[in-house]
């Protein structure tokens, strides 16, 4: 007994041409696709336009104007290089980068110290409450504004009626001419900086400490290794990643110091407090020389960069990344 199976002309006839409205899966995708990319870039839009007009535009009028003349009011005057030779033959500007980099050591080697230091002690040896309330406590100066922090700590400074001399007095220490002195207004602002700054260090050393295992330091214990054994052999390594961040950033913003010193000294006594940054805006905004302003600062990004580029050659030596 035969069975015959018909089969309609549709499932045999061969796909014609798709219609003028049908589009494959592939072409579908491809304009979901150029739609997403289309959405993606207006999103986009308005942070590319800002890094233009506020970062890109801003560097690009520096690197010319830094070979004019230009006081703001004149049209610009090509000079060449003038600029740059005037800032090697200026005794303040030369004072200005020396006491900036004698501050940088300092301050920095402080910053990092205290902030180790703390971070040990705390993230070891208190209870979680604790160690919370003192995170927020030490990171609460950095929110503060740097001229507010300045303006009161010359009136805690002052020689007369400030609050230092008044307790160092309760002890039979004579005043100290904290502000009208040389060695004292530099000490005030490393203090000040240090304080209001090492927050953010802190936080970065307490997230380091926290991602080191404690089965190695449990492991050491057994081998007779603690305290200082332990820090030099396991907290040290492991945390060099994170000191090497803490350090790049610490110098860079420290190079860059202007509220502390404009607020509490403007510089002096003399020229020992003032600084690289102050010497740009004394340049641009007080004598109205803007194109050799534009070449002290091309001077200190080439010196933060240098800077930088030096750590991350002798990190090479000393970060540990396993």
């Known amino acids: 007994m035969s069975t015959t199976v018909k089969i309609s002309p549709s499932e045999t006839a061969p796909a014609g041409p798709r219609g003028p409205g049908r589009r494959s899966s592939a072409q579908r995708g491809s304009g979901k696709d150029k739609g997403a990319k289309g959405l993606a870039a207006l999103f986009l839009a308005p942070t590319i336009i800002g890094i233009a007009i506020f970062t890109l535009v801003p560097i690009v009028a520096s690197l010319t104007l830094a070979f004019f003349r230009w006081d703001i009011i004149s049209a610009p005057e ?67 504004s740097a001229s507010s922090v300045s303006i009161i700590m010359s009136y805690l400074f002052n020689q007369n009626f400030g609050l230092v001399n008044k307790v160092i007095g309760l002890i039979g220490i004579p005043a100290v001419p904290w502000l009208t002195s040389q060695a004292g207004a530099m000490i005030v602002i490393i203090l000040v900086y240090v304080w209001q700054n090492f927050g953010f260090t802190f936080l970065l050393i307490i997230g380091g400490l926290s991602s080191i295992p404690t089965e190695m330091y449990e492991a050491s214990s057994i081998d007779g290794a603690t305290g200082w054994k332990q820090f030099k052999n396991i907290t040290l390594p492991l945390l060099s990643p994170t000191l090497l961040v803490a350090s790049v950033m610490a110098i860079i913003s420290a190079l860059q110091i202007f509220d502390q ?21 004394e340049t641009a905004f007080k004598q109205l020389d803007f194109g050799r302003a534009f070449a002290i600062g091309i001077v200190l990004t080439l010196l933060i960069m240098l800077v930088t580029a030096i750590q991350f050659r002798l990190s090479r030596r000393f970060v540990h990344y396993n």
Request: glycine share 8%; net charge positive.
């Open 261 to 281: 010193p404009y607020v509490i000294t403007r510089g002096g006594p003399g020229d020992s407090t003032r600084t690289a940054v102050m010497v740009i805006y």
């Open 78 to 144: 090509f000079v060449g290089v003038d600029n740059f030779v005037a800032i090697g033959a200026d005794p303040t500007v030369r004072t200005a980068f020396l006491n900036t980099m004698g501050f940088v050591v300092v301050a920095v080697s402080l910053q990092l110290t205290v902030s180790i230091g703390l971070a040990v002690l705390i993230q070891s040896r208190m209870p979680n409450w604790l160690r919370t309330f003192f995170r927020s406590a030490f990171f609460f100066p950095l929110v503060l």
